[in-house]
């Protein structure tokens, strides 16, 4: 075994180990800002898993849209949103908690059994390498132009929808019924909304 | 790694030959070489913060017309090591209240990417880490990891004023990171790639006529106000205003976790100043290119000596212009008042933003245009 192959082994074991137990903690942790942090490093050994296997790039998206936004927004939601309330006790927690562990123990069995009988084609296509930026790019104007323009158009989708709902406060009536503008009427079946700005 | 042939000083071919001409295996002889690039480049940049904070402290006193440091050591070249022994033994302090593990972790995690970007800054055609394919996009994904470390001991101070310095700081450089990445994506789109080397590259036709910077003037000016954002200098220090939030997210900190704060903030500094001088100024060229004064002087490009003395010239370039950057820099810091919270994120979405996409569109433009002075 060459120094080359025995550090990508060790890499390979301590990125995983970290990638498991991280994502239990996510789960299991009763503190939800453990939760958040561990959440981040599980997207950081998912990165390592992709250095790894040759794709520097995505990696550094990886990190990039992740760790750097997704990653960063839940932060800040749970720590804008830090209310010290006790969540009412449940009824029948114990047989929830027995059932979804039930569900995810068959997942996780049906997933073996999956990687197990699969013939997989080892080793793999030759990894492109520093090449793949290229590639990448060649296929997103290419045959995935069209996933990737609805992707766009998604998000534009959803952060218009997030800035109606955010600037809720500069807006108080419905103007066509009159109605105030509450949780109640923006989560109501209706369209389209049309709101009032309030006199300010 | 990218395979590079241009002609150059390349230490590390030569090195491992050396080695393996004393019968190491080329493997072994790679192990050797590769923890000295690492251990040398942490040096510089340690070396980097300790002069910068020199010339912080004289820089500043004499913008305000005092003399700064001056008993220790000529010209109190030593003060900023006095400074660093006084937190090596100042006591650490965790405050009561506050969650011991996070508060440990935050600092490691805002120090560490900062020196995991130095990765991809060259001081010459083989003078770095690693030529990295991703380069630059690299040290944006890097620096995009700090916000958590921010948050992370903003929040485990258990202090409202660290929590609102955290928050601020993680909404200022998320906010200031759009910009930045689109300036990069323009001289990204000029060089056709990522690699720093490659950039710097194709800076090298024409000495001072051929820098980025004539070709990108709106880019190099949104690129250096978001990285003084993104360090959290004056005029954006907001997440440490004083008069608002004591110390921001460092209120609570002291000694040597303090002191990582204040190591990752300087090489912060330098880092960005470099990164300026790769993507803007030619990097490791001089003003006249070196090939034409080797050639007038009737030298070969390619000899020894020579090669020698256009590395030492490139690793001079690159550290001059990246501290010139510096006092520009500190020199801002000491003479323009501090914006607003409101007026700091204004700027970045309402005016930054609009104006780099714009500035990247007419990059495009220029570029199937002119391909021949747009890198076609």
């Known amino acids: 075994m060459t120094i080359a192959s025995t550090t990508q082994l060790i890499c390979f074991v301590a990125l995983s180990a970290t990638l498991v137990l991280g994502a239990l903690g996510v789960v299991l942790l009763p503190n939800i800002v453990y939760s958040a942090f561990l959440l981040g490093g599980v997207f950081l050994s998912v990165a390592g898993l992709y250095l790894l296997l040759n794709a520097s790039f995505v990696a550094a998206a990886q990190v990039l849209v992740y760790v750097g936004a997704v990653n960063v927004l839940i932060l800040f939601a749970i720590m804008l949103v830090n209310k010290k309330e006790n969540l009412a006790a449940i009824p029948g927690l114990g047989v929830r908690r027995l059932l979804s562990g039930a569900v995810c123990g068959g997942l996780f069995v049906l997933l073996i059994r999956v990687a197990f009988t699969t013939p997989w084609a080892l080793p793999g296509p030759e990894p492109v390498g520093e090449e793949a930026t290229i590639r990448i790019g060649e296929h997103l104007f290419s045959d995935y132009l069209l996933p990737f323009e609805l992707a766009s158009v998604l998000l534009l989708m959803s952060m218009i929808g997030a800035i109606v709902l955010a600037r809720r406060d500069v807006l108080s009536s419905d103007v066509i019924t009159g109605e105030a503008a509450d949780q109640g009427l923006i989560e109501k079946e209706r369209t389209p909304l049309l709101l009032e700005k309030s006199p300010r | ?376």
């Open chain 2, 1 to 376: 790694m990218l395979t590079n042939t241009a002609p150059g000083l390349d230490l590390e071919a030569s090195f491992e030959q050396a080695l393996q001409g004393l019968g190491l295996s080329p493997a072994a002889a790679h192990m050797l070489w590769l923890p000295l690039p690492m251990v040398l480049v942490l040096v510089a940049a340690v070396v980097g913060v300790l002069v910068n904070v020199w010339l912080e402290r004289k820089i500043s006193a004499a913008v305000q017309q005092r003399i700064g440091p001056e008993y220790a050591g000529a010209l109190g070249v030593l003060q900023p090591i006095a400074d660093g022994i006084k937190l090596v033994f100042k006591e650490d302090i965790i405050p009561a209240k506050a969650d011991g593990l996070l508060f440990t972790l935050g600092p490691v995690l805002v120090l560490i990417p900062v020196i995991l970007s130095w990765l991809v800054v060259p001081f010459g055609q083989h003078l770095l880490i690693s030529n990295v394919g991703i380069g630059i996009f690299l040290w944006i994904s890097l620096s995009s990891i700090q916000p958590i470390g921010l948050l992370m001991s903003g929040y485990a101070s258990n202090n409202k004023y660290s929590l609102l310095g955290g928050l601020r700081a993680a909404a200022q450089s998320i906010s200031y990171e759009i910009p930045l990445a689109l300036a990069v994506l323009a001289v990204v789109m000029m060089s056709n790639s990522l690699s720093t080397v490659d950039i710097v590259n194709q800076q090298t036709g024409a000495g001072i006529l051929s820098w980025n910077i004539w070709r990108q003037p709106v880019g190099f000016v949104i690129f250096w106000i978001c990285a003084l954002a993104e360090c959290e200098r004056l005029p954006f220090d907001l997440p440490e205003a004083e008069e608002e939030l004591v110390a921001g997210y460092q209120t609570e900190y002291s000694g040597m976790k303090f002191a990582l704060f204040y190591l990752g903030s300087y090489i912060n500094l330098v880092l960005s100043a470099l990164l300026v001088s790769v993507l803007y100024l030619g990097g490791w060229g001089f003003p006249i290119p070196v090939e034409w004064l080797a050639g007038w002087l009737g030298q070969p490009i390619d000899a020894p000596l020579v090669q020698l003395i256009t590395g030492s010239v490139g690793i001079v370039m690159t550290v001059l212009k990246a501290y010139l950057l510096v006092f520009l820099a500190i020199l801002l810091r000491w003479t323009t008042p501090r914006v607003r919270i409101d007026q700091l994120l204004d700027l970045g979405w309402k005016f930054l933003l609009p104006i780099a996409l714009v500035n990247l569109l007419i990059t495009a433009a220029l570029k199937l245009a002119f391909p021949m002075a747009f890198g076609g």
